[in-house]
Nanobody, 122 residues
Framework: QVQLVESGGGSVQSGGSLRLSCVASGDTRCMGWFRQASGKERERVAAISIRSGSTYYADSVKGRFTISQDNAKNTVYLQLNSLKAEDTAMYYC??????????????????WGQGTQVTVSS
C-alpha cells in the first residue's frame, strides 16, 4: 500500500503561481495529477513516468503547468503558472505501480491522495 500526501495548494490571484507537491510512501512507476472543480467531473491534468521521466499534459494546461519529480524524495511536483480562475479546483495526486503511463488513456491508478485546494481569483 502506497500513501500519497499532497501539499502546496492555496489562494492566488489570476496570473499567479503555485507549486504542488505529492510525497509517496513507497515506489511507484507512474504518477499523475487530476483536478475536480465543484460540480464538475474529475479532469486529468498531467502525468509522469518515474523511470523514463516522460511527461504528459492535458491541452488545457500545456505550456502553463509543469510536472517534475525528485526521486530521492519520492516526490512529484506540479508547478502551476499563469493561473486562471478556471484552474480553481481540488487537485489530487495519483500513483500506480504499473508500467503504462500516459494521459490518453489514463492508466489504472491504484493510489490517491486526499487532495489540496487551489483557488484562483480573477
Amino acid at each position: 500500500q502506497v500513501q500519497l500526501v499532497e501539499s502546496g495548494g492555496g489562494s492566488v490571484q489570476s496570473g499567479g503561481s503555485l507549486r504542488l507537491s505529492c510525497v509517496a510512501s513507497g515506489d511507484t512507476r507512474c504518477m499523475g495529477w487530476f483536478r475536480q472543480a465543484s460540480g464538475k467531473e474529475r479532469e486529468r491534468v498531467a502525468a509522469i513516468s518515474i523511470r523514463s521521466g516522460s511527461t504528459y499534459y492535458a491541452d488545457s494546461v500545456k505550456g502553463r503547468f509543469t510536472i517534475s519529480q525528485d526521486n530521492a524524495k519520492n516526490t512529484v511536483y506540479l508547478q502551476l503558472n499563469s493561473l486562471k480562475a478556471e484552474d480553481t479546483a481540488m487537485y489530487y495526486c495519483a500513483a500506480t505501480g504499473g508500467t503504462y503511463c500516459s494521459l490518453y488513456p489514463i492508466p489504472d491508478f491504484d493510489y490517491w491522495g486526499q487532495g489540496t485546494q487551489v483557488t484562483v481569483s480573477s
